[in-house]
């Protein structure tokens, strides 16, 4: 099984790449690759810079990597409510490329984690909803509330137990979708 784990977030420190590179690890027998949107920043997106150059050699390389993914882990950080920038530029590229879409039907666990006591959970609705629009198969969310307070930096895991249990379920979940489509 393939395993991409993308964390939607441009930041050097991201919180989400911590939790995605963490949540990557509970697969067992996988070959893991966890990435995040520094190798694929772009121009902001614009009718006009589509027309003059077409789709940036970023957007198809990160669409290749979601292509030769089985499950797609992604977690995002949450900026105002909404996804950062860093990731909607990259999703905007990515939806321009002729005959696809965005995320290929790939089975999805969409999480966010935050400081804060929601955890992302406006991003997590937000993608919910949009997703689907663009080919996302979310399977499963997951949000991580006070990541400082659930999160063990120096084990690089969830120490909240039934935060870590609830997230371990949802992985079995997908990880058992994948082993029918496997068959």
């Given at each position: 099984?393939?395993?991409?784990?993308?964390?939607?977030?441009?930041?050097?420190?991201?919180?989400?790449?911590?939790?995605?590179?963490?949540?990557?690890?509970?697969?067992?027998?996988?070959?893991?690759?966890?990435?995040?949107?520094?190798?694929?920043?772009?121009?902001?997106?614009?009718?006009?810079?589509?027309?003059?150059?077409?789709?940036?050699?970023?957007?198809?390389?990160?669409?290749?990597?979601?292509?030769?993914?089985?499950?797609?882990?992604?977690?995002?950080?949450?900026?105002?409510?909404?996804?950062?920038?860093?990731?909607?530029?990259?999703?905007?590229?990515?939806?321009?490329?002729?005959?696809?879409?965005?995320?290929?039907?790939?089975?999805?666990?969409?999480?966010?984690?935050?400081?804060?006591?929601?955890?992302g959970a406006g991003v997590l609705e937000a993608a919910s909803k949009r997703f689907?629009?663009?080919?996302?198969?979310?399977?499963?969310?997951?949000?991580?509330?006070?990541?400082?307070?659930?999160?063990?930096?120096?084990?690089?895991?969830?120490?909240?137990?039934?935060?870590?249990?609830?997230?371990?379920?949802?992985?079995?979940?997908?990880?058992?979708?994948?082993?029918?489509?496997?068959?």
């Open positions: 099984m393939k395993i991409l784990a993308i964390a939607g977030s441009n930041s050097e420190v991201s919180i989400n790449k911590q939790l995605v590179a963490y949540a990557s690890t509970l697969f067992e027998n996988a070959e893991v690759e966890v990435i995040d949107l520094n190798p694929f920043e772009m121009p902001i997106y614009k009718h006009e810079r589509e027309l003059a150059g077409g789709v940036p050699q970023e957007a198809h390389d990160f669409a290749a990597k979601i292509d030769g993914a089985d499950v797609l882990l992604v977690s995002l950080g949450e900026h105002n409510g909404t996804y950062s920038t860093a990731f909607k530029n990259v999703f905007d590229w990515v939806s321009r490329i002729k005959d696809r879409t965005v995320w290929n039907e790939v089975p999805m666990l969409l999480m966010s984690t935050s400081p804060g006591g929601r955890g689907p629009f663009h080919g996302g198969n979310v399977v499963e969310t997951f949000s991580l509330p006070f990541f400082n307070d659930n999160f063990d930096k120096a084990a690089q895991k969830i120490s909240n137990e039934e935060k870590d249990s609830e997230l371990k379920e949802k992985i079995k979940k997908i990880a058992a979708i994948e082993t029918i489509l496997e068959k």
